[in-house]
């Protein structure tokens, strides 16, 4: 049974002369990803296949894009020949117009507690079968990976279409639906003009999927964040810093710096909190003095001569320092600006470094922030 499925959204015109999912132009995308990501390793035939498929694309392109022209078979035979990877999608039809808005319907004749697949576009009740469909083709193939191709897929398996948001980071399928799942951007978005920018983050989502495909089960790292309630804990947060590295980091809220955390090493850190608004005053220490003991505690633990790891520096840093003298000792490294001298054509903010150098999940979508409540990382 193969490891790994790919679900994409519907039928296009090639799909719908072959009855099959992704052995049009998307389909050969796909394949170039998985090969160029290590999934499948392309053979003389398939090599074969492609020149016979680019031909006969031509000719269907030169003649006004004839659907009497469409020729599937080089894909099919690619496809045939990797039964490793399997391949479907969440609709196994052709919407009109290849537009998945011809499936919804508005809010009121929705009858389900389904989200809207895009804002204001519900399914339509009579096509709630293809997902039950879907849920058991998956169900009885039981893959150890289930890759989502665009929004789409993800809305039908994490019930969440906001593809840039979600892809990358590993997740839960949602009920009914079971696995675990890998949302990326579907072949057919990278290879539009206006999108071919996102392309390399998709070879780079498919390298983890090359991971994730040799086991079932989601493996998050264990971590463990402290959080003082008292002075004698920030006493103890201090006596249990390390002097080999630091990495600080801050939020805020307008103006004002809701919090500082210090990460002691990949598994441990500590967040030390400064705004509650639950609480009188809106402060999370009950006096003036626990709250100057406590940025006592940042300004030691900043000033400590130690290596200190940021991602973006220059905010935390400057911020710091305007708005209550704060300054860093020893070396100081910046996790965003490696990542854009490896990757200056990639996105750099923390999102987006998670989703590729951790198996964390999306949290910027575990809760809700504030339009004040940011940290620019661009």
């Given amino acids: 049974m193969p490891k790994i499925a790919f679900v994409g959204e519907a039928w296009g015109a090639w799909e719908a002369k072959a009855k099959r999912p992704l052995v049009g132009i998307s389909g050969l995308e796909l394949f170039n990803q998985l090969t160029e990501s290590g999934i499948v390793t392309q053979t003389s035939d398939d090599r074969s296949n492609i020149r016979d498929f680019w031909h006969f694309w031509r000719i269907w392109r030169d003649n006004d894009r004839s659907d009497n022209l469409i020729q599937t078979k080089p894909m099919e035979r690619i496809w045939d020949a990797h039964p490793e990877i399997f391949l479907t999608n969440v609709f196994n039809f052709q919407p009109k117009g290849n537009n998945i808005e011809t499936l919804c319907v508005p809010k009121k004749e929705s009858m389900s507690s389904l989200p809207p697949i895009k804002a204001g576009k519900y399914l339509a009740p009579c096509l709630e079968p293809e997902l039950a469909k879907l849920q058991k083709t998956l169900f009885s193939l039981r893959p150890n990976l289930i890759v989502a191709l665009g929004g789409t897929a993800a809305w039908a398996l994490l019930r969440d279409p906001r593809i840039t948001k979600l892809r990358g980071a590993i997740a839960a399928c949602l009920p009914p639906f079971e696995g675990k799942v890998l949302p990326i951007y579907h072949p057919a978005h990278v290879i539009r003009p206006d999108a071919y920018k996102n392309r390399h983050v998709t070879i780079i989502d498919l390298f983890k999927a090359k991971r994730e495909m040799e086991y079932p089960d989601i493996r998050r790292p264990a971590r463990t964040v402290l959080i003082p309630e008292s002075i004698d804990d920030l006493y103890t947060i201090r006596a249990m810093a390390s002097d080999r590295g630091l990495s600080p980091d801050i939020e805020t809220a307008g103006d004002q710096i809701t919090c500082v ?118």
Wanted: aromatic residues 12%.
């Fill in 261 to 378: 955390g210090f990460g002691f090493d990949e598994k441990l850190a500590v967040c030390i909190p400064f705004v509650d608004p639950r609480r009188m005053g809106a402060s999370y220490w009950g006096t003036p003095a626990e709250e100057k003991l406590a940025w006592e505690v940042v300004k030691e633990l900043s000033g400590r001569e130690c290596r200190k790891i940021f991602q973006n520096a220059l905010f935390d840093v400057n911020r710091l320092w305007r708005s209550y003298g704060i300054t860093f000792g020893g070396d100081v490294e910046d996790t965003m600006l490696m990542h854009h001298a490896l990757q200056p054509e990639s996105p750099k903010d923390l999102g987006f470094l998670g989703s590729v150098y951790t198996n964390e999940p999306a949290w910027k979508l575990m809760r809700a922030r504030g339009r004040d409540n940011f940290k620019k990382e661009e």
